[in-house]
T-cell receptor
Framework: GQNIDQPTEMTATEGAIVQINCTYQ??????LFWYQQHAGEAPTFLSY????GLEEKGRFSSFLSRSKGYSYLLLKELQMKDSASYLC??????????????FGQGTRLTINP | KAGVTQTPRYLIKTRGQQVTLSCSPI?????VSWYQQTPGQGLQFLFE???????NKGNFPGRFSGRQFSNSRSEMNVSTLELGDSALYLC????????????FGPGTRLLVL
């Protein structure tokens, strides 16, 4: 089966840095995604990791360690608009070509001025 | 390029009724996946379609079904609605190269009374 854990809520201050952790246990692992979802809106793609290491994209970075079943999303220079839920999702590719994303419950991040 | 579109955006039904939701993927995308999002369960995978064939299915009862047309547009149907079916239903499309990211539509918010 699959199990993905991430903190339910986090709070940070505008201009600071925050790290959102995600741990997973799954078979058929074929990549980990981070999505951002503002209240009432659809998830939007932030980052994708399939190999170990750090992927940097502007203010956002994502890290993966496959051996530890661990990832984190790092947000720098926080802005008020970064207040949202952040979803960690693991891709299960046991069926060739088929794709199933298994999502964590999401981390609700609140940015305070 | 236009994004994923879903219709209707909001829907109110009563228990026992059925509902059909529609999704138009990004032009050129041939894979469509459906997800259910609720506060308690988070985002859960329903099924994935490619070339009019269901390739993958989540753990939902048979009341949930879907199909895909030759133009890649997809519909999902829920029969005999229950109160617990109230949720945000999200559709995501991808081009179907193995490492391609899924892009989500705005969702259909279904309320069952």
């Amino acid at each position: 089966g699959q199990n993905i854990d991430q903190p339910t809520e986090m709070t940070a201050t505008e201009g600071a840095i925050v790290q959102i952790n995600c741990t997973y246990q799954t078979s058929g692992f074929n990549g980990l995604f981070w999505y951002q979802q503002h209240a009432g809106e659809a998830p939007t793609f932030l980052s994708y990791n399939v190999l170990d290491g750090l992927e940097e994209k502007g203010r956002f970075s994502s890290f993966l360690s496959r051996s530890k079943g661990y990832s984190y999303l790092l947000l720098k220079e926080l802005q008020m608009k970064d207040s949202a839920s952040y979803l960690c999702a693991v891709r299960d590719l046991r069926i060739q070509g088929a794709q199933k994303l298994v999502f964590g419950q999401g981390t609700r991040l609140t940015i305070n001025p | 390029k236009a994004g994923v579109t879903q219709t209707p955006r909001y829907l109110i039904k009563t228990r026992g009724q059925q509902v059909t939701l529609s999704c138009s993927p990004i032009s050129g995308h041939r894979s469509v996946s459906w997800y259910q999002q609720t506060p308690g369960q988070g985002l859960q995978f329903l099924f994935e379609y490619f070339s009019e064939t269901q390739r993958n299915k989540g753990n939902f009862p048979g009341r949930f079904s879907g199909r895909q047309f030759s133009n890649s547009r997809s519909e999902m149907n829920v029969s005999t609605l229950e109160l617990g079916d109230s949720a945000l239903y999200l559709c995501a499309s991808r081009a179907d190269r193995v490492q391609e990211t899924q892009y989500f539509g705005p969702g259909t918010r279904l309320l069952v009374l």
